[in-house]
């Protein structure tokens, strides 16, 4: 076993260990980890901090927004909204996020919303086009995107200024939406 290898094992062993709380006894199930972590990394070619599966999985390449834009994401779908929150400010934007209408109009009342982008179907009081038309009315310079995976609707069927994109939406169509 080369030097390097060896030290890499103790170094993990012992963080492993420290990290279960420096048990009495455990040397040989923390080594045999150690073991197994370095062979995998060996046998896959990985880099012991994992930097090119995060590069594999990084956004496409575009450029990053530079913008004070800030976008309120109002999606009922917590797994959705987690994800396009994370999308858009990897591409660079300021992003707030609201669960309904209600959570979003207390947003919007407190911050400078340059976009909106809302889902159609949601609990609470109003659903996403109830959204629109208030934010419509009090804050009109607000560009906003309307989505649904129940609802089609047509440029005709919006009002001015909004725009619909349909879900599943790609995120560079969304990107795209943004500018």
Known sequence: MSDD????????AYALWEQAGRPFWQDGVHWRQAVLERDLLEQTCASADGE??????????????????TVLIVEDEAQLRYATVDFLENAGYKTLEAANADEALVILRSNDITTLFTDIDMPGSMDGLGLVRTV??????????VTSGLVKLSHQDMESGVTFISKPASSLELLGLMS
């Open 52 to 69: 090119e599966v995060l590069n594999r999985i990084r956004l496409p390449s575009f450029q990053k927004v530079e913008t004070n834009s």
């Open 136 to 145: 419509r009315l009090r804050w009109p310079s607000t560009r906003i995107i």
């Open 5 to 12: 290898r060896q030290q890499w094992i103790a170094k993990r």
